[in-house]
């Protein structure tokens, strides 16, 4: 496909969400102010530009896409931050349309749009090196689409096979697609050249010109890949894809080898404006389980309640005394009516300079251990792997947020009491409005213990995944939904009509109206493939919040 169509169908899937000079939250007509109406081709753009826009956009670096790509939705569903009020139904499981295409319109203009030309220009170059750097952030993009939505306009792109209507493939395509591409560019960075090194450094936000890291990246991906599709594990052996052998191959050298995060730096951090818009809080289902096991990241990622709060019965908790967030789909009131406090709450810690995480080398580790406990692999036993992704996670994050918390220390002493703590999730407690309260739905420690079931394991290493994931809300929630740890609390307000079982809770974001109205054939051949994949137990089906997706298999448990 030449550099002008494939831009055109970008463009046609993805409306630019590159709105210039907002300057504050918008809560009404979002889709429109959120979208811009010039078009700039980035074929045109330099070749460093364009690789960098990719891997920069794969954590989106602008406002207005940013709140648009995962803060009104997957954010919220992953349970690591929650809105503060009740202007967005997305907030209380009344999935938007208009504030639901965030994530579909990012991946196809800044992140497919890029990597697909620039692979197919590559390899005419002879650059295959090159190359593999953009399989694997096409890989990375593809994931976090997927595990939004579903089923996806892809081969149909790459193969040009229409200019008007672009045909959708199933998840387990698009994961059979993103496996192939991992393999590919393993064995093409092992083999790059040194002229090819040298054009790396002038755009690897990522590794660092290293390509050795970028070898990292793509075993981290295939075990991540291996072990979401653990529910399918004989589909894919059907197809040819043995997911253990997989994830045996990739384990000797993931991101635990180097222990290093990859972030990106120099970019803007837009988490801090949402909380500036007040259009963003903490989530309860991460601060009480942090605040129950006594987590010493909790002031890394939080700070306590930014003002009093005082509740129905009078009842004031003061300024800076508690961590406290927002319980998801509680039916909050309105932003700034009378008794709203939900902007009091906890706050995220961060600014505009954070780095921009993209993967987190401590989720190699509880990786690791799924894959040891799952299906043996590898001669460390599931207990030291879980122990050290706990404790790289804590240095880790205190590296990349210590100065930004003002926490110069964690102790190993710290570090060993948290890992041997017993103690479960706190109960909820809502310092506004007691009926949001709860008590606990997660009861495991921290400690290790191997005479615990499988399954009490499992929770265990999903657990400390998930705090240590934060803010990577697409992975996080993506592993809640597989293995259903940790616990979240049940929704107390459900304005799905429905389309959400309040117990399941949201399984998939749903297709925007903007896809409806660029692809409506291939949308409709896409929720077919969609129905073709799901598993539903509660009568849900169709372009649904409570439809599930093909790994989220509910006719299979863990094990």
Not at 117 to 133: D, M, V, Y
Not at 146 to 160: E, F, H, Q, R, V
Not at 218 to 230: E, F, G, P, V
């Amino acid at each position: 496909m030449k550099k002008r169509n494939i831009f055109a169908v970008s463009s046609m899937l993805a409306l630019a969400v590159m709105g210039s000079g907002m300057l504050s939250s918008c809560t009404d007509d979002f889709e429109d102010l959120n979208t811009n109406k010039t078009q700039v081709d980035p074929g045109d753009l330099p070749f460093a530009a364009q690789c960098a826009e990719a891997m920069n956009y794969c954590y989106a670096p602008h406002q207005n896409m940013f709140q648009f790509w995962t803060n009104l939705t997957i954010d919220l569903y992953g349970g690591y931050f929650q809105t503060p009020h009740g202007n967005f139904t997305n907030c209380d499981m009344g999935e938007n349309r208009g504030h639901s295409g965030g994530m579909y319109e990012n991946y196809y203009l800044h992140i497919f749009n890029n990597t697909r030309r620039n692979i197919t220009n590559l390899e005419k170059q002879s650059k295959p090196g090159l190359a593999a750097t953009m399989r694997i952030v096409q890989a990375v993009g593809t994931m976090q689409a997927t595990d939004a939505y579903g089923p996806l306009a892809y081969s149909s792109i790459i193969n040009a096979e229409s200019e008007t209507t672009y045909r959708f493939d199933s998840q387990q395509k698009l994961y059979e697609q993103m496996l192939d591409d991992l393999d590919k560019a393993i064995v093409d960075l092992k083999a790059m050249s040194d002229e090819e090194k040298v054009s790396l450094a002038t755009y690897d936000t990522w590794g660092g010109g290293d390509p050795a890291i970028w070898v990292q990246i793509a075993n981290t991906m295939k075990l991540r890949i291996a072990l979401r599709l653990s529910k399918r594990e004989s589909e894919m052996a059907a197809d040819g894809y043995d997911l253990k052998a997989i994830a045996t191959a990739a384990a000797d050298n993931t991101l635990a080898v180097s222990g290093k995060d990859i972030v990106i730096k120099d970019q803007s951090n837009e988490l801090k404006r949402m909380f500036e818009w007040l259009d963003c809080g903490m989530n309860a289902n991460l601060v009480t389980l942090m605040v129950g096991m006594n987590d010493p990241r909790l002031p890394l990622y939080m700070t306590k309640n930014a003002d009093d709060i005082t509740n129905e019965k009078g009842v004031t908790t003061p300024k800076g005394s508690v961590y406290c967030g927002i319980r998801y789909a509680s039916g909050m009131k309105q932003k700034g009516s009378d008794g709203w406090y939900g902007y009091k709450m906890s706050q995220w810690v961060g600014s505009y300079n954070t780095p921009l995480p993209i993967f987190k080398a401590a989720e190699a580790y509880f990786l690791l251990a799924e894959a040891k406990l799952r299906w043996n692999i590898g001669g460390t036993s599931v207990k030291d792997l879980y122990e050290q992704g706990i404790r790289l996670s804590i240095k880790n994050e205190l590296a990349y947020k210590g100065s930004f918390a003002g926490i110069e220390n964690i102790s190993d002493a710290d570090i060993n009491t948290y890992i041997n703590g017993t103690t479960g999730q706190a109960d909820y407690v809502d310092p506004g409005d007691s009926e949001h309260n709860c008590k606990a739905v997660n009861t495991l420690g921290v400690k290790w213990d191997d005479a615990a079931s499988k399954e009490d394991q499992l929770a265990r290493i999903q657990t400390q995944k998930y705090i240590a994931l934060f803010p990577l809300s697409n992975e996080g929630w993506a592993e809640q939904r597989r293995t259903g740890y940790p616990k979240f609390f049940v929704a107390l307000v459900n304005k799905s009509n429905g389309a959400v079982d309040t117990q399941e809770g949201v399984r998939r974001v749903i297709y925007s109206s903007n896809a409806y109205d660029t692809n409506a054939e291939g949308i409709k051949g896409g929720i077919e493939l969609l129905n073709k994949e799901n598993t539903s137990k509660k009568g849900i089906s169709g372009d649904k919040g409570g439809t599930h997706l093909w790994w989220d298999n509910a006719n299979k448990g863990n094990f």
